[in-house]
């Protein structure tokens, strides 16, 4: 079953970041509605994290192979102040967020354990607040607001994650270790929302660099930027504003799946697994099983000769690459679905388009696209006219990972 998201423009063409405010009004709007919720306060903390879009390597994270995603303009805020009597109070402005909006919740301690609940957003801050790597804690009030679509593959849960994690390093400063940062902000979604996620959407979300993809090697988690600030590029994401009801199983099915395969090759991972040891056991393996790992082990070795693709700025192979991931996610993984193929053909049956694929964990959600920026407009349109929904857009820059802001 496939219902639309609500809360995004029917299409509409949007600049980044997104409809709305620009950054400043928008962060304006957020210290405006903590003061109107917590009468006689004063913020004085404001961070920001981002959302991501993934250009290629999906469905690698959690088989430690590469994933080379980017930061997004778009951004989730935490806007508010230190209290000293160990109780959060948070309020999120996300119109698609659970009700109620408000939570009050002491912090966690050795005598106070949380776990999760309901409202089902909260439980995102609840388990950072349980995985925060100091303490302890005093208490905090805060507004959260968000211009990341929610739902929309596009990971507002790790940009909600990561922007409290950020908030927290203010009031009680951790060790600064970036990479345990995203290690606590993915346990946090493993067990208080019980997504089995690989560690890219938090990755990016801190790391992130303007004017660069990371390529993350999620077996040594090391990072290699790579440039994208092209001025004659873009990077289109349109949303399908479709979301399927399957992603909740269909995940943690993959997964086990793709352990399932690296298990019968002798593996610990499909990373250490060849496409010619996997043909070579193709009789032993499950036919379903055997298109799973063929999508990952096929996947992770396009993810490095994309990243050198787009090194060399060979966008024409970095394109081809593209379109090669999301037929792979179609034919082989099987989480693609008819909405995402109709915007990936619709976006490349035109000129001056590289590539176009899915992005993100399937199922609904987005597409990405990389096209000559004289094309945008005749590629919109032409998505427009032959995508059997309403699309929304975002032309997209690299932006940089989760940061503190001036008030
Ligand atoms: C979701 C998960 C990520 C990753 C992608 C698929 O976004 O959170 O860890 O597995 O799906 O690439």
Same mark, same amino acid.
């Given at each position: 079953?496939?219902?639309?998201?609500?809360?995004?423009?029917? +299409? $509409?063409?949007?600049?980044? !970041?997104?409809?709305?405010? +620009?950054?400043?009004?928008?962060?304006?709007?957020?210290?405006?509605?903590?003061?109107?919720?917590?009468?006689?306060?004063? !913020?004085?903390?404001?961070?920001?994290? !981002?959302?991501?879009?993934?250009?290629?390597?999906? *469905?690698?994270?959690?088989?430690?192979?590469?994933?080379?995603?980017?930061?997004?303009?778009?951004?989730?805020?935490v806007v508010g102040c230190v209290t000293t009597d160990g109780i959060i109070s948070l309020c999120t402005l996300a119109k698609e967020a659970d009700d109620p909006k408000y939570v009050e919740f002491p912090v966690a301690s050795e005598g106070n354990v949380l776990t999760p609940g309901l409202p089902k957003w909260a439980n995102y801050v609840k388990g950072v607040v349980q995985y925060y790597r100091a303490g302890p804690l005093p208490g905090f009030k805060a507004v959260t607001?968000?211009?990341? !679509?929610?739902?929309?593959?596009?990971?507002?849960?790790?940009?909600?994650?990561?922007?409290?994690? /950020?908030?927290?390093?203010?009031?009680?400063?951790?060790?600064?270790?970036?990479?345990?940062?995203?290690?606590?902000?993915?346990?946090?979604?493993?067990?208080?929302?019980?997504?089995?996620?690989?560690?890219?959407?938090?990755?990016?979300? #801190?790391? +992130?660099?303007?004017?660069?993809?990371?390529?993350?090697?999620?077996?040594?988690?090391?990072?290699?930027?790579?440039?994208?600030?092209?001025?004659?590029?873009?990077?289109?994401?349109?949303?399908?504003?479709?979301?399927?009801?399957?992603?909740? $199983?269909?995940?943690?099915?993959?997964?086990?799946?793709?352990?399932?395969?690296?298990?019968?090759?002798?593996?610990?991972?499909? %990373?250490?697994?060849?496409?010619?040891?996997?043909?070579?056991?193709?009789?032993?393996?499950?036919?379903? #099983?055997? %298109?799973?790992? *063929?999508? #990952?082990?096929?996947?992770?070795? %396009? /993810? /490095?000769?994309?990243?050198?693709?787009?090194?060399?700025?060979?966008?024409?192979?970095?394109?081809?690459?593209?379109?090669?991931?999301?037929? $792979?996610?179609?034919?082989?993984?099987? #989480?693609?679905?008819?909405?995402?193929?109709?915007?990936?053909?619709?976006?490349?049956?035109?000129?001056?388009?590289?590539?176009? %694929?899915?992005?993100?964990?399937?199922?609904?959600?987005?597409?990405? /696209?990389?096209?000559?920026?004289?094309?945008?407009?005749?590629?919109?349109?032409?998505?427009?006219?032959?995508?059997?929904?309403?699309?929304?857009?975002?032309?997209?820059?690299?932006?940089?990972?989760?940061?503190?802001?001036?008030?």
């Amino acid at each position: 079953m496939a219902e639309p998201r609500d809360g995004a423009a029917s +299409g $509409s063409i949007m600049a980044e !970041p997104r409809d709305g405010p +620009g950054p400043r009004a928008f962060l304006d709007e957020t210290v405006r509605i903590f003061k109107e919720t917590y009468p006689g306060s004063e !913020p004085t903390i404001a961070v920001a994290a !981002p959302g991501r879009v993934n250009l290629i390597g999906e *469905h690698t994270d959690y088989n430690q192979g590469y994933v080379l995603p980017m930061a997004l303009p778009m951004v989730t805020l935490v806007v508010g102040c230190v209290t000293t009597d160990g109780i959060i109070s948070l309020c999120t402005l996300a119109k698609e967020a659970d009700d109620p909006k408000y939570v009050e919740f002491p912090v966690a301690s050795e005598g106070n354990v949380l776990t999760p609940g309901l409202p089902k957003w909260a439980n995102y801050v609840k388990g950072v607040v349980q995985y925060y790597r100091a303490g302890p804690l005093p208490g905090f009030k805060a507004v959260t607001a968000s211009n990341v !679509p929610l739902g929309g593959g596009l990971s507002s849960s790790a940009s909600l994650e990561v922007a409290i994690y /950020t908030f927290l390093q203010q009031i009680c400063p951790d060790d600064g270790d970036l990479v345990e940062k995203a290690l606590a902000c993915q346990k946090a979604e493993h067990t208080f929302s019980f997504v089995p996620c690989g560690i890219m959407d938090q990755f990016i979300s #801190v790391m +992130g660099i303007a004017g660069h993809a990371l390529l993350i090697d999620c077996r040594s988690l090391e990072v290699t930027p790579v440039p994208i600030s092209d001025p004659s590029l873009v990077i289109l994401i349109t949303n399908s504003n479709i979301r399927h009801h399957l992603t909740g $199983s269909e995940y943690p099915a993959r997964r086990q799946q793709c352990l399932e395969a690296a298990k019968a090759l002798g593996e610990e991972s499909l %990373r250490d697994v060849s496409m010619a040891e996997l043909k070579a056991a193709k009789a032993s393996l499950d036919a379903e #099983v055997y %298109r799973r790992a *063929h999508h #990952v082990i096929s996947e992770i070795k %396009r /993810t /490095t000769e994309a990243a050198e693709a787009l090194k060399s700025r060979n966008y024409r192979e970095f394109g081809k690459l593209m379109v090669q991931s999301h037929n $792979s996610l179609r034919d082989d993984y099987n #989480v693609s679905c008819r909405e995402l193929d109709e915007l990936v053909a619709a976006a490349m049956d035109g000129d001056g388009v590289y590539g176009s %694929r899915m992005t993100g964990g399937g199922f609904g959600g987005c597409t990405v /696209t990389l096209l000559e920026a004289t094309a945008v407009e005749k590629t919109m349109q032409r998505i427009k006219d032959k995508y059997s929904g309403t699309p929304a857009f975002y032309i997209t820059t690299p932006s940089r990972g989760a940061h503190v802001l001036q008030l």
